[in-house]
């Protein structure tokens, strides 16, 4: 269907070029720049920025919390996705198009009120704090606010799949002799998987990069719960320009990776979906 | 529906309900997920607005319109968000062309750089801005000498928010361009329309809920960015502060109610914006399958 003749449909040349002049001026440019300011700096001074303890530490808490994040996903997304799809309850279209909220409303927003919510005399803190479950200014704070950014990816991404499911191949299983929770390990769940990979993946993606939401919730606890991002503005405001690329170009490095996963895995489920 | 009425006369009966869950599952699911949605998405909401209106609606008016640099920082907001909404609706529409029309090398790639903002932080977004305008950046010299300032100051603003929301409007077109197909406009063209008449009669009314659609979201997105913005801002009060800038400012002052007033003006945005995403799905729907 894209394979109309340039000859019949105007604004080819105008359409791609102007793309890809846009493109390239906002986004492919300034990315270059990052790379190429990286490049000033000699191996043994680009390791010295990238590998102190404190950035260590800042690895692993970015990463740690979005992994636990996405999985925590993945899990709550399942049962929303399910429940959505296949039962009919009070309030369903509202519970649905509430689903989204995460992508409209601002992280900052959604730090702050976090933040409020979970502190010793919030609205969830004042039952939570005195069971001694902290969740204001640590680890787990920071995982409830990715988990929040991210929601939307898994519920979204099973959807779908689970709406064209057929009903021929449950009722095959059913007729063959497999109890429901058979069903859903050997039949639903495998159809499922590419959607919940892909979901994963993006809900992953965007946590490691999440900034606004976690800085009002994480109180910046040095080795702790500083996240790379953060480790990045406090360079910029030491005026530390080239460590602050030099951890810039490691994330840049990781988000390029989960793209281009995220690219094959999107791939590898349209043949597979 | 016609499924489910082959289903009826053709599934035996014992094997009909094979695909219903036990009672137990269904209700065990359907409570879990009104749990989920009520403790990670509608109590932050709410409490959201309580804070906000917490000492009463004079207050909270007050607290949105009575200090000068919370009116500045909205003021800021209505400026940049519209103009990186433009930047993005216009690419938008010219990438959805090309990508959704026609054939050509590079195709794959185009529509792969396309995503790439959303998977960059927003503080890499801001930071590789600093480094080329910034004073020590690339082009900061350049930029001093003829007088022009654009990190710290308005133009920033707008470069950091439009490469955050880059992808959404060009996004949100392309699938709905292939699945309307060429055929109308083929029809205009082979009638003797010109170009832009082929355009504005016949591809841009054809889109024009894709269009809201993106633009919508996109503007979500612009209105409430706050990593990008608030690498590039400097966070001057009264002069670069955009709105989610100022409330983080207001709360970390620990001035909560002023904070919280302004932050449920966005949040009600934000419940605007999902709404309006109804609305339109309802509109589209029938006419365009979207397939994502």
């Known amino acids: ?273 | 529906m016609a499924d489910a009425i082959e289903n009826e006369t053709q599934t035996p009966a014992p094997f009909r309900r094979s695909r219903e869950d036990h009672w137990l599952v269904r209700g065990g699911l359907t409570l879990a997920t009104l749990a989920i949605i009520g403790l990670l998405i509608v109590v932050p909401v709410v409490n959201v607005f309580s804070q906000a209106l917490s000492k009463g609606l004079g207050t909270y008016w007050h607290n949105l319109t009575g200090d000068a640099d919370t009116r500045h920082a909205i003021l800021l907001t209505l400026t940049v968000a519209p103009v990186a909404v433009a930047m993005n609706l216009v690419f938008g529409v010219a990438a959805a062309w090309c990508i959704a029309r026609f054939q050509f090398r590079g195709r794959t790639l185009l529509i792969t750089l396309i995503d790439l903002p959303f998977s960059v932080s927003p503080v890499v977004a801001g930071l590789v801005f600093v480094l080329l305008f910034g004073a020590q950046g690339y082009f900061g010299p350049w930029l001093r000498e003829h007088g022009y300032q654009v990190i710290f100051a308005t133009p920033a603003l707008v470069l950091a928010t439009a490469f955050v929301t880059f992808p959404f409007v060009a996004r949100e077109l392309i699938p709905v361009l292939e699945a309307i197909g060429p055929d109308e406009e083929l029809a205009a063209r082979s009638l003797g329309a010109s170009g832009w008449q082929m355009f504005w009669r016949i591809t841009l009314p054809n889109i024009k809920w894709g269009v809201l659609y993106g633009v919508i979201l996109c503007n979500a997105r612009a209105m409430g960015e706050f990593g990008a913005v608030y690498v590039v801002s400097g966070r001057i009060t009264g002069q670069t502060d955009t709105v989610p800038l100022r409330v983080e400012k207001l709360f970390q002052d620990y001035n909560t109610p002023a904070s919280f007033a302004l932050a449920s003006v966005l949040t009600l945005l934000a419940l605007v914006t999902l709404f309006v995403k109804v609305g339109i799905e309802r509109h589209a729907r029938p006419k365009v399958e979207k397939k994502e």
């Not at chain 1, 920071?142 to 099973?158: A, E, Y």
């Not at chain 1, 299983?173 to 994963?200: D, E, K």
């Not at chain 1, 946590?207 to 040095?222: C, D, K, P, Q, T």
């Not at chain 1, 405001?237 to 990781?254: D, H």
């Open chain 1, 1 to 273: 269907m894209a394979s109309v003749n340039r000859r019949v449909l105007p604004g080819f040349s105008l359409s791609l070029g102007y793309s890809v002049t846009y493109l390239s001026l906002l986004v492919l440019i300034p990315l270059g720049a990052c790379f190429l300011k990286a490049s000033s700096l000699s191996l043994a001074e680009f390791w010295a920025a990238v590998w102190t303890d404190q950035a260590r530490a800042a690895y692993r808490t970015t990463f740690g919390c979005a992994l636990v994040a996405a999985a925590v996903n993945v899990f709550i997304g399942l049962i929303v996705g399910w429940t959505l799809v296949r039962y009919d309850f009070p309030l369903k279209r509202i519970v649905d198009a509430l689903v989204d909220l995460p992508f409209a409303l601002p992280t900052a927003v959604a730090g702050m009120v976090y933040a409020t919510l979970y502190v010793e005399n919030g609205w969830l803190g004042q039952f939570l704090v005195p069971m001694g479950i902290q969740v204001a200014h640590t680890r787990l704070g920071i995982v409830m606010v990715l988990v929040f950014t991210g929601f939307p990816f898994v519920v979204r991404t099973v959807q779908p799949v689970l709406e064209a499911l057929d009903a021929e191949t449950e009722e095959a299983a059913s007729i063959l002799g497999a109890n429901r929770f058979q069903t859903f390990m050997r039949v639903i769940l495998p159809t499922l998987l590419p959607a919940i990979v892909t979901g994963f993946a993006l809900a992953f993606a965007r946590a490691v990069g999440e900034y606004g939401s976690v800085i009002f919730i994480s109180g910046n606890v040095r080795f702790e719960t500083e996240i790379a991002p953060m480790l990045i503005v406090s360079r910029l405001e030491e005026f530390s320009y080239r460590e602050a690329t030099a951890i810039a170009v490691v994330l840049l490095t990781a988000s390029f990776v989960l793209l281009a996963l995220i690219n094959v895995l999107e791939k590898w489920s349209k043949r597979h979906g």
